[in-house]
């Protein structure tokens, strides 16, 4: 059984989906762990780290590819890699099946055994494999950091001879992994923090930290669905947050906005009239920038500005902090990995149990077709959008 770990290939990604702490377990469970050199470099891990922890080295990615039964990889692979894969891969990692669903038809179609590790569910057997929670940690916080020296201001209250700087004010929107984060940042950083989430449950979370809660009322309709997800909410609902949000954007001088419904569109929370109360200097990092972004003025991957406020929208800021970021992702990959491996299995051998609710969550493809039900039909409606545009 090997496992094989690649060098990531998207732009910008620095983080490697194993480190050599991981792989040590897994050589000392029988397994053989194969990386193609470097895959460690931008997370700092040379090769040698790797050999010490017991894997081999690869400089063939093709043949690493082809022969590796299991690929952790942090996110979805290049159709060229796809190509390399057979009905006895498994591919584990950030796969985006919810968005980008073609991105994954070469594996599909290879018979190759998917799993997404954003759809693991928010268990609390699944918590020491919530990768998504762990790259929301990494972006809040570093999202603050960007917030503040983009800043022509200081974070914190100083009273000094020269007299008395007053604090900067923070208000972040959607208080869950990554807005909680950034909450606690902007605090240790000695911001004055205010912080809006449909959930009401956040009120609590937000208010331990030692931010204000502002509360809309949304004449108590739903919104979270069972898993504890927001919902997408209706625009008279979204439009009673926007206004709140536009007050207070004018006492803002950072907006740090991370608000997401999974699958869908980010919602756009912050308007244009928003951006052009804030004073100019005044900086909006929008986290929610992957899935369109929250503000109506975001560009997904470009910094701008708009009257004086930057605008930055980041599209992965996880891979600006690639030591910490690959650490908490190696460690989710190899929880998850063991899973994969356990009950009952002959050492180092897979025993998928489709049964299990976290791995039959997380499986979104096998035997060449897609398993997950939402998936299914998103290829399935894009297919029949191809067949028609073909048939015109
Ligand atoms: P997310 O990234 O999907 O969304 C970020 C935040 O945006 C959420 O708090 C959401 O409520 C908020 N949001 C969505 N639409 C909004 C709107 N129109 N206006 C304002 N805010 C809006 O969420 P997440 O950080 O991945 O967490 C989602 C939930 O899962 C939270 O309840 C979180 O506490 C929970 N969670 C549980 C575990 C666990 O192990 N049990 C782990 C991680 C997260």
């Known amino acids: 059984m090997r496992i094989g770990v690649l ?22 469970q029988g397994l053989e762990v194969g990386v193609e050199p470097g895959c460690g470099a931008g997370a700092g891990v040379g090769d040698q780290d790797f050999s010490t922890a017991g894997a081999q080295l690869w400089p063939d990615r093709s043949a690493l590819l082809a022969t590796a039964d299991v690929i952790p990889v942090v996110n979805g692979m290049a159709p060229d890699d796809q190509e390399e894969l057979s009905a006895h891969s498994v591919v584990a990692g950030f796969l985006r099946p919810l968005d980008e669903p073609e991105a994954l038809q070469t594996a599909i179609s290879r018979g190759a055994t998917l799993f997404a590790l954003e759809l693991v569910p928010r268990i609390t057997r699944a918590q020491s494999m919530d990768a998504l929670s762990s790259m929301a940690t ?50 240790r950083l000695g ?59 004018r006492t803002a001088d950072v907006i740090i906005t991370t608000a997401q419904v999974p699958g869908k569109r980010a919602p756009l929370l912050i ?30 991957g470009h910094d701008t500005e708009h009257r004086g406020v930057r605008l930055l929208a980041p599209l992965n800021l996880p891979a600006t902090v690639p030591v910490h970021a690959s650490q908490l992702y190696s460690r989710n990959m190899g929880n998850f990995l ?9 050492k180092g051998e897979l025993n998928l149990d489709m049964n299990d609710p976290i791995i039959q969550s997380a499986c979104i493809a096998r035997g ?18 191809c067949d028609r545009g073909r048939a015109l």
């Open 7 to 28: 060098r990531e290939t998207a732009p910008g990604e620095t983080r490697v989906a194993l480190l050599p702490d991981a792989v040590k377990t897994l050589v000392s």
């Open 138 to 187: 990494v972006s809040g916080y570093k999202a603050v950091l960007l917030a503040a020296v983009t800043l022509p201001r200081m974070f914190p209250m100083l009273m000094t001879a020269a007299g008395t700087v007053p604090p900067a004010r923070v208000l972040v929107l959607g208080a869950g992994v990554a807005g909680l984060q950034a909450i606690a940042t902007a605090r």
């Open 191 to 249: 911001a004055v923090v205010e912080a809006y989430d449909v959930r009401a449950a956040a009120g609590e979370q937000v208010k331990s930290l030692g931010a204000k809660f502002l509360e809309v009322d949304l004449g108590g309709i739903p919104t979270e669905d069972q898993g504890g997800y927001a919902q997408e909410l209706t625009e008279e609902a979204l439009d009673r947050g926007r206004d709140l949000i536009t007050k207070a954007a």
């Open 271 to 300: 308007r244009r009239a928003a951006v052009e109360a804030m004073r100019p200097g005044s900086v909006i990092v929008d986290l929610a920038a992957p899935s369109g972004g929250n503000c109506e003025l975001t560009r997904p």
């Open 338 to 346: 063991q899973l994969l491996f356990k009950k009952g299995a002959k």
């Open 368 to 385: 060449g077709e897609p398993v997950n039900p939402r998936v299914a039909a998103m290829l399935q409606a894009r297919a029949t959008v």
